[in-house]
């Protein structure tokens, strides 16, 4: 007889979508390793077959659907496609996403529109693709990526920080909305930057080169995450060593905070070279499909002044928080004190 104490196979099939590059290539990769099946999405077929190809070679099982993630029915056909496959679904997770970098009413509002539409209403129809069946079966992990944009705005990306605060609330509600089902679990992911393509493939309005603000991740710390995830879900998880201090500065301050991160972007496009202005991957599939972007090199040596800077508007946020909650008081005790905060 076997014996049914004995820790089982690691073997989950996964859905994921954004698979083609990035923090999604890298993740495909890492579920492959860990032996899960894999169903695999992105718009460009070629770009995706070849990532599946990759997985087959660490002998995993792996399906290619080239898929729009803005489309419904194309989110519902994805998830029958798994389950005709495969039998079931164990993990969904929600990665496509994309960006456009300029000044808000120097953006074309078609772009804001195709960002929320991929970000936001993606997610929303891969929730609402799987939910059903994790419903049926009573079981299930949903995952969505989200970034640390969910929780600090990002000052020239407004319609990608209203995307990841949307998102942010869509995952709470909907967790909440699941809580009779204890088999089934939603968590939201955090990660700060990452050392991905994405800003090769995001629309560009702002005419210079865009470099992410250090320090970046490596993707495959993320995909590690995922899988992590996968075999013991939890509602959130950031991710890298910006993350938590940020969300902190943002609670405590976020005025102070979105300041200085303007100012900062502000310093940082004045200084870069010229780019052509372009819609990058938002009407059209990526062109770019590595796992790296090539920034964790050159973000090495600003990442201190990052650090300190971040720091910097967390403490200024506290000592502001601080003096404006002391209690009101009169007369000349009160005088002296505001004289001291003066001096």
Not at 79 to 86: Q, Y
Not at 134 to 161: C, D, E, H
Not at 249 to 257: D, S, W
Not at 266 to 285: C, S
């Amino acid at each position: 007889m076997p014996n049914s104490d004995a820790p089982q196979p690691f073997a989950p099939v996964v859905v994921l979508t954004g698979a083609s590059s990035g923090i999604g290539h890298a993740t495909a990769l890492a579920f492959a390793r860990a032996g899960a099946r894999l169903v695999l999405a992105a718009r460009g077929a070629q770009a995706l077959d070849r990532v599946a190809a990759e997985c087959e070679l660490l002998d995993a099982r792996a399906l290619a659907v080239p898929t729009d993630v803005t489309d419904a029915d194309a989110m519902r056909a994805l998830a029958d496609a798994a389950i005709e496959r495969f039998g079931h679904i164990d993990v969904w997770i929600n990665n496509a996403g994309t960006g456009a970098v300029g000044a808000f009413d120097a953006t074309p509002i078609e772009a804001h529109q195709r960002v929320i539409e991929s970000n936001l209403i993606g997610h929303l129809n891969g929730a609402h693709a799987v939910l059903p069946h994790f419903r049926k079966q009573g079981r299930g992990t949903l995952i969505n990526m989200i970034s640390s944009g969910g929780w600090v705005a990002t000052p020239y990306a407004a319609a990608y920080t209203a995307s990841q605060f949307g998102l942010r609330g869509f995952s709470e509600a909907l967790r909440a909305e699941l809580g009779s089902l204890p088999g089934v679990h939603v968590c939201e992911v955090y990660p700060a930057f990452v050392d991905t393509p994405g800003l090769l493939h995001g629309a560009n309005y702002t005419g210079k080169r865009l470099r992410p603000a250090p320090p970046v991740l490596d993707p495959r710390q993320v995909a590690d995450s995922l899988v992590a995830l996968a075999k013991a879900p939890r509602d959130v998880t950031s991710i890298g060593s910006a993350a938590l201090p940020g969300r902190l500065a943002h609670a405590v301050a976020p005025g102070l905070t979105g300041r200085v991160s303007a100012w900062f972007t502000n310093r940082a496009l004045n200084r870069a070279d010229p780019a052509p202005i372009t819609n990058g991957n938002l009407f059209e599939p990526s062109r770019v499909h590595t796992i790296d972007g090539g920034h964790r090199t050159l973000a090495t040596r600003a990442a201190p002044l990052a650090a300190v800077a971040l720091a910097g508007a967390l403490g200024l946020g506290l000592l502001w928080a601080l003096r404006s909650r002391r209690p009101h008081q009169q007369g000349p005790a009160r005088s002296r004190r505001a004289a001291g905060w003066q001096g």
